[in-house]
């Protein structure tokens, strides 16, 4: 068993996650809705992307069989929808679609990306998020003659080669995106606990401060995507408005990035099974790899090439809230408390609003992810006594977690800090497999840190398509003031002549 399985079973997320490329596609399902519009370039890309959806093991099932039975028939829920061209309003394929979530749309479309030149962040997300709006799709594609280009909901764009030979660019950036599903916790997996935060903002005082300073930095570079309302985007129709509002859980929007302050904690080094209590050694750890004794949780952990019994308590964190400006907060209305209380997601609400405004975070799972995962490697990092940086900055202060839509540059090194995850499929946020990668690749950084154990200080995980989460011992403005510098150094290199 892999230290992956063992962050599904503490979040409660089913184990028959595909984490490969290979595998994400032999699980895959697709269909070929009918065309609306065929075109020799069009009916030529379809048919090259279906042969190569075959050779790479793709299900293809002809589009009268992946329907339901009835009168109403709907396409069966899990198959992945290819539609070519844009539709009238009632010939959509959304509106044969039994699922928001577990029927993923790819529009193919016969045109440039409908992005302006030079365009910041914002308005390349704004002009991808108003395409997804219109044609209510997940994934649109622009197929051109010499290339194609398909975007997403997280404002990624991924440009392809020629699409005569796209094997390659399916499987190891598109097949990513239609298996890896876009869903956040449901909200009755979620215990809300409305007036817990309040009596505390004062004790947390000082962590608010934090939050404000990195809003303003973020805010002043322009790094931090913003967010994005459905109120300014165009739609064909009151009724497809509302298909976007049920699929963003009736949000006014999506906003992108968090900023999180994981609180102290009481973490104990890591135990090797062989030395463990005789009652933790006699626990059948095959079966299962979380074990709850005397009210307190163990779990079995894969490391070093030995297996080590880490004792987890519970896990708190302020946490932006999801659908907030990120760079211009209100902390009596946007930071809120996220936990992993008793093994359960639990959400207390800030003091000026209740549960009904609080959604959980597309990125909830991940949050939390890396959260378990600072608590074992701090508990792994302190297992031979040794003074740990890491470890006891969690233990007194607490570390950060921050997520932005850019990428280090490795040519501007943070000492103490390891780089990982570029390697990873390019799944999107809300996704099982971005908890997964978040998890076990923060354990393997005490594989990959090449300094003394006790100056480890956090990792960058970089998460492709999608973005970066740095987690460590910088304070939540510290980590914006990094990024902010790496950024400026980036762009005065790019200005040096040759």
């Not at 440009?159 to 094997?167: A, G, K, L, T, V």
């Not at 998890?439 to 998460?463: C, M, Q, V, W």
């Amino acid at each position: 068993m892999n230290n992956s399985e063992l962050i599904f079973e503490l979040l409660g997320i089913s184990k028959n996650v595909p984490l490969t490329e290979r595998d994400m596609a032999e699980a895959l399902t697709v269909t070929f809705y009918p065309p609306h519009k065929k075109t020799p370039l069009l009916n030529s890309f379809s048919e090259k992307l279906k042969n190569s959806l075959i050779e790479i093991g793709v299900k293809i099932v002809p589009y009268d069989q992946a329907l339901t039975k009835g009168k109403k028939q709907k396409i069966k829920p899990g198959i992945v929808i290819i539609e070519q061209g844009e539709g009238e309003d009632e010939n959509l394929a959304i509106k044969k679609v039994s699922s928001l979530y577990y029927n993923p749309i790819v529009a193919l479309l016969e045109s440039a990306p409908p992005i302006p030149q030079n365009p910041t962040l914002q308005e390349t997300l704004d002009s991808i998020v108003g395409v997804l709006a219109w044609n209510l799709s997940h994934v649109p594609v622009f197929v051109e003659e010499d290339k194609w280009t398909f975007c997403t909901m997280n404002g990624a764009v991924i440009e392809c080669d020629n699409w005569r030979d796209p094997n390659h660019d399916i499987l190891y950036s598109l097949i990513p995106k239609l298996s890896a599903q876009v869903v956040p916790p449901k909200r009755e997996e979620i215990v809300y606990r409305e007036g817990q935060l309040d009596s505390k903002m004062g004790e947390y005082s000082g962590y608010i401060d934090d939050f404000m300073g990195a809003a303003k930095v973020w805010r002043d570079n322009g790094l931090m995507l913003a967010h994005t309302s459905i109120e300014d985007l165009k739609y064909r129709n009151r009724f497809y408005k509302r298909i976007v509002s049920q699929y963003l859980d009736n949000r006014t929007g999506m906003s992108y990035g968090f900023l999180v302050k994981q609180l102290p904690a009481d973490v104990e080094p890591a135990v090797e099974l062989k030395d463990a209590p005789q009652s933790l050694r006699d626990f059948d750890w095959n079966k299962r790899r979380i074990v709850e004794k005397d009210e307190q949780i163990y779990v079995l952990v894969h490391q070093f090439g030995k297996e080590w019994i880490v004792k987890i308590p519970d896990v708190w964190l302020l946490s932006t809230r999801s659908g907030c400006n990120k760079t211009n907060l209100n902390p009596r209305k946007d930071i809120l408390r996220l936990g992993l209380h008793k093994g359960e997601i639990t959400i207390d609400t800030p003091p000026e609003i209740g549960a009904e405004d609080c959604r959980p975070s597309y990125d909830t799972y991940a949050i939390l992810a890396h959260a378990v995962g600072n608590i074992i490697t701090a508990s792994l990092l302190l297992r031979n006594d040794r003074k740990s940086t890491f470890s006891e900055t969690l233990q007194n202060d607490g570390v950060s977690i921050s997520h932005w839509h850019g990428y280090p540059d490795k040519q501007y090194p943070l000492p103490g800090y390891v780089i990982h995850g570029g390697d990873n499929p390019p799944v999107s946020c809300s996704t099982p497999q971005s908890a997964a990668y978040a998890f076990y690749g923060k354990l393997r950084s005490l594989d990959l840190y090449k300094g003394p154990a006790e100056t480890y200080r956090g990792d960058i995980h970089i998460e492709p398509h999608h973005g970066t989460n740095i987690t460590g011992c910088m304070t939540i403005t510290e980590s914006a003031k990094w990024v902010d510098k790496m950024h400026k150094n980036m762009l005065a290199k790019e200005q040096v002549p040759g």
